[in-house]
């Protein structure tokens, strides 16, 4: 049992670490050549000038010196050192290369492919990892996947595309499809999806409608899911219930149903900051999660500080309208429990309270029952 919670603290350690690594800043795209159209203002006819031969904002492909390995498309790197990959990032690409058959690794981030097609994939059974972020991809042909049966991850960030891409394998480990213009996810696009545990979809175009009870349920091995940054009313039904990490910053949800987080057994981290939740939205112990080790409800409307479980360790109320806190309502435990059995005594080490209608000090029966905070911002 302790083995079990300690590789579980360690597992949370690492998706924590995880999410601070995913916030490094992106390479940036390959600026582009300034465009040379002319003013629209009408012209005395001139004499005929030669028109540039192809009308482009797109900078020409840069092409690598040859490889000593006969397979390596141009514009690409082959490296000796790592066979399995095959590097094409910031290469100015528009149209992805025939894929060498011994490539696992693809990298084609940083271009500007508009579009994924078969041809490409012919013989590249063994992929694992395709990383297409930051493109102009409006579409991926759904043949694609069945030439690359084996992948594991799929990065295709930052792209145009409108729906879930259709036809993905259920290999799939990690999807990641933030900041592209989804406002649809096709009735199964995740069945068959057993093995996925990172679902990106943040930054996309997504309503209530697009999601139905069933859209998320066949992802059992689910630990992440990001839906931060779309136009959310409710909270997200049919939620795998293993999962860790559930982000939804930055919609417009009003209110939290009572049982929501019913059955959910690794529940570590809920990110809900940028809504619209007021106190009547939050039923009084929706939050009492006994895993829960980081909750982020910032800038909300909540008036009051809801209650949550004693083993949650970060907590930000920050940016809602908070106006008292009581340390004897929100404690986890009686103040009366005896105060040397230190399993008692309330994990919570920091707490955001800055921007709500507070001032110091802080409260003597906070400090008295929160004795492991060491950090608190009002
Ligand atoms: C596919 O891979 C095989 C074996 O490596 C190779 O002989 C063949 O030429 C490749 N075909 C294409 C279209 O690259
Ligand atoms: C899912 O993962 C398991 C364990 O790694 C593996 O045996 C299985 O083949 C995977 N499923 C698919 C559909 O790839
Ligand atoms: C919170 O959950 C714990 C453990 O499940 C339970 O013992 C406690 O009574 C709950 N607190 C409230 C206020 O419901
Ligand atoms: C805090 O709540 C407790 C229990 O509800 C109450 O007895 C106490 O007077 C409150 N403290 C303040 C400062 O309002």
Redesign the pocket.
């Known amino acids: 049992m302790k083995a079990g919670v300690g590789l579980f603290s360690a597992l949370a350690l690492f998706l924590l670490m995880g999410a601070v690594l995913t916030q490094k800043p992106r390479p940036k795209k390959p600026t582009r050549r300034p465009t040379t159209r002319r003013p629209s203002v009408p012209q005395p006819a001139e004499p005929a000038q030669p028109e540039p031969m192809e009308p482009t904002d797109f900078p020409p492909v840069i092409l690598g010196p040859p490889s000593m390995y006969t397979d390596c498309p141009r514009e690409c790197s082959c490296t000796p050192s790592y066979p399995n990959a095959l590097n094409c990032e910031n290469r100015n690409i528009r149209t992805i290369p025939v894929i060498p058959s011994r490539t696992h690794y693809l990298y084609l981030q940083n271009n500007y492919i508009s579009e994924v097609t078969a041809e490409s994939f012919i013989n590249a059974s063994d992929i694992r990892w395709i990383n297409l972020a930051n493109n102009r991809i409006h579409r991926i042909d759904k043949n694609v996947f069945q030439k690359v049966p084996a992948l594991l991850y799929l990065y295709a960030q930052r792209n145009n595309l409108k729906e879930v891409p259709a036809g993905l394998p259920a290999s799939l480990e990690q999807l990641r499809l933030g900041r592209n213009r989804i406002s649809k996810i096709p009735a199964g696009s995740f069945s068959r999806m057993g093995n996925l545990t990172l679902l990106d979809l943040y930054h996309n175009q997504l309503s209530d409608s697009d999601m139905g009870k069933t859209t998320f349920k066949d992802l059992k091995s689910l630990m992440q899911l990001n839906l931060a940054n779309n136009i959310l009313k409710k909270m997200p039904a049919g939620i795998p219930n293993g999962l860790i990490q559930l982000f939804l910053d930055r919609n417009r949800i009003d209110d939290v149903p009572k049982d929501y987080f019913d059955g959910f057994t690794h529940l570590a981290f809920v990110r809900l900051n940028y809504n619209q939740l007021s106190d009547k939205g939050l039923p009084?112990?929706v939050f009492?999660i006994?895993t829960l080790l980081d909750l982020q409800l910032s800038h909300n409307q909540l008036a009051s500080v809801p209650?949550f479980?004693g083993h949650l360790e970060h907590l930000h109320l920050d940016h809602n309208s908070i106006e008292s806190i009581n340390g004897t309502q929100i404690c986890?435990y009686s103040l009366e429990a005896d105060p040397n059995d230190h399993s008692l005594v309330p994990r919570l080490r920091y707490l955001r309270l800055d921007g709500n209608h507070l001032s110091p000090p802080i409260p003597l029966d906070v400090i008295m029952c929160f004795r492991h905070l060491h950090s608190i911002v009002i």
């Open positions: 009084k112990t009492n006994t209650l479980n986890p």
